[in-house]
Each structure stands twice: as C-alpha cells, then as structure tokens.
C-alpha cells in the first residue's frame, strides 16, 4: 500500500509538472529595429535633427568665446555704461548658451522627446507583433535578449525572425506550419 501511494503521487506529480510547463520564447528587439526601414529612416530624421541642433550649439559657443576675449582684452578700456552693457551682453549669451544646452540636449530636451516620438511607434508595432507571434505559437513568456541578459539560446527560441517577419511581410508561420509542409520529390 505505502509503494501504490509513493508511485501515485510520483506520478501525479509528474503530470502535473510537466502539464504546467511553460513554453518560453526570446526575441531582439533592437535586431528588429534595425531590420526595420522605417525605423532606419526615422533615426536618419533624428541624426539629421541632433547635427542640427549640435552645429547651432557650436556656432553659439563660439560667438560666446569670441564676444568673451574681447571683452576680457578690452575690460580695461571701457567704462561706466559700456563696461556693464558689454559684460551683460556676454553674459547674455553665456546664459543662452547653457538654456540651448538644457532645451535641446538635457534629461528632458527636445532630443529626448523627439526621440520618444519617432522610437515609441515601433515599439508598439513590435509588441503587438510580439503578442501575435507568441499567440499563434502558444509561447507563455516572451523576453527580450537585450534586456533580461539571455546568456545562451538555442535557435528553436528565438522567435526574432518571425517577429521580423510578421512585421515587414504580414505574415505567420508556426512550428507546426513548418513540419506539416510537404517536401518535394518525397512522399
């Protein structure tokens, strides 16, 4: 009696641990992104957007250095009212210079918020067709390997070419679509 109780919980347990297994799929995302053309267009769009802004920054600097020294070397030539309207126009521009590094490149710059713009789109795409890949292959948990830190992955999980697929063609192809395909010449 004590062996039929050790064998039946020995094997419930086995069906219920292995009927409670979960089917674990990886994807890269930023593999995707790249693969993406109008993603690529749109990080052109920022690239061009941040030279932009970077070579206007650069002119500004510069200015600011120029009217800098030729206050510093003129300094003791002026006086009264041209000694304080030089030095507030120098720093004036001292000032627009940190606003347009704050405005443009800071935490929340308009970089930052362009950037949210044109990557946040994709990013909803890719998940709604991370959802319908996982969904059509019966995955429960899908992670990303740029994220979680996946060491090691065996080719049959990662989904990212199906993702990738699904994206630019439309289209899904299973595990079970792929064996039940007849092959030619073989009956």
């Known amino acids: 009696m004590k062996n039929f109780k050790m064998i039946s919980g020995l094997a419930l347990f086995l069906i219920f641990g292995f009927g409670n297994a979960q089917k674990i799929g990886v994807v890269d995302t930023d593999a995707i992104l790249q693969k993406m053309p109008q993603y690529k267009e749109a990080e052109a769009r920022l690239d061009a957007q941040i030279n932009t802004w970077q070579t206007e920054l650069q002119n500004l600097q510069s200015e600011y250095e120029r009217k800098k020294s030729a206050f510093e070397n003129e300094?003791?030539?002026?006086?009264?009212?041209?000694?304080?309207?030089?030095?507030k126009e120098v720093l004036d521009l001292e000032k627009n210079v940190k606003t347009t590094v704050s405005l443009r490149f800071g935490n929340n710059g308009e970089i930052k918020k362009l950037k949210t713009n044109l990557v946040v789109p994709f990013e909803d795409q890719i998940h709604n067709a991370i959802t319908a890949v996982a969904e059509r292959n019966k995955v429960d948990t899908m992670l990303d390997k740029n994220r979680n830190n996946v060491l090691y992955l065996q080719k049959p999980f990662d989904y990212t070419d199906r993702v990738l697929q699904f994206l630019l063609k439309g289209t899904l192809e299973t595990d079970n679509d792929k064996k039940q395909t007849p092959t030619k010449g073989k009956k």
């Open 75 to 87: 300094k003791v030539l002026l006086i009264g009212t041209q000694l304080t309207m030089r030095e």
